[in-house]
């Protein structure tokens, strides 16, 4: 499979070689030139296996170059019992007669970055030696919260990989910061910016079109390149659960093959609900993407109406992780719905950059909106949202996926679609205590790692063991710079 560039179609990359650079150097992003099919063969095939191999099955459709025995050893680590507390991996919990949980936070960081995260350093590593690359790849992460610790876990004490991680600095939750700042490792680095996460993000996206810096990181033997959602090596792992839930579904004995499933998403950059489009394509029976946002609902403004505007005020709320006014990964989904018209997407894109808004043709709108519902809920909402479910059925969410049950409900109210349903849980709630306990009624304790305790203690929920580990744990890193600061701190880091 090859792969071109969302604002140059006649570029033609290898997989590795893509997933090496993370980001095409004329800014747009690696895209495969086609979806394999899945046929009912394959779904049956992949109905008996485990997660670890329908994900090497799954990847290597799109990743011929690999070797089919290397992809299943990569399978085995990232989704082994070390890093994964649940057999299933990604298991599927039923919430109500045609209402699914997709549980995507068992990994070792407990949000569904992992997924992605545990597989990225391995698909790397090996691209580095297919294409021969010898200098060190050093990683830039800008995250809202999750994607910073998932992305160091997965490559701390990596060779030939060094990482360094930017958060905003008031706009993670506690538990979040602690396990970025504790976090171990020889090749790592964390510092907190002064912004949100959309400017540490812009900042970094600057970093990697700065040709002066790209030159004397070269002459130290290093190449910049990232594990942010842009990069194809995250997006791939990401379809693999998808189609593995389906399987789940079909496996109960309640489902028949071909019978469609909507699935809702709580959405940020665009890349989880962009890999469900992808499975989509592959011919996954899906119905509906429900497009979840909080209430930065610049995405659900443009599935309404075609016009993506970010001139808003940014919230930081209690599901941080969603507190983007940038969606990256639309851009994959612009090229797709222009059927390939990059400079289409090369104009949308400077739009955005010099005005902050575009508007789609009425031809995209109308396959957009055949596609995707896009819903958003308020803070009010969100902590309702918690209460309800753990009321009703017992079962406690976080507060982004909580964005998600709450928008799946509108949109079955509002349009009468009872299809069934799977909604992505993309944290674990003892992530997020703080806001948790507070939307049950609870007066949270003090101390944000009591909280943990706390909340196992009401709920009856064992708390994930590497959370209740971070009591203790030795503050590394306690850096803050001002945006304009970040080239420095990579050139220090890169010393
Ligand atoms: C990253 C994240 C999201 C948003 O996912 P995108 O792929 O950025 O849309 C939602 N929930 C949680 C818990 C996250 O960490």
Redesign the pocket.
Known sequence: MQYLSTRDKSLRLSAAEAITMGLSRDGGLFTPVAFPNLGTLDLKTLCGMDYQRRAAYIMGKYLEQFRPEDLEQFSRNAYGPETFDHPGVAPLRKVDGNTWCLEL?HGPTS???DLALQMLPQLLSYSLKKTGEEKTACILVAT????GK?AMEGFANVPQTKILVFYPENGVSEIQKLQMVTQEGDNVGVCAVKGNFDDAQNAVKRIFSDEVLRKDLEEKGYFLSSAN?INWGRILP?IVYYISAYCDLLNTGEFKLGQKVNFC???????????CYYARKMGLPVGKLICASNCNDVLTDFIRTGIYDRNRPFHTTI?P??D?LI?S?LERLLFDLSEWDDGLVRDCMQQLNETGRYEINGEMKTRLQSLFYGGFCGERETETAITEVYRQYGYLV????AVAARVLTDYRRETGDDTPAIF?S??SPF?FCDSVLNAIGRTPEADSLDRIAQLQEISGVTAPVRLAALRGKEVRFKEVTEKAGMENIVRAFLQ
């Open positions: 936070w949000a569904f970055k809202s919260g999750d994607t998932a959602s990401q998403v709580p959405t940020g950059n665009f890349g989880n609900i962009l890999a599901s992780s969603m983007i969606s990964n976080d507060t982004h996926t992505a993309t944290a992530k």
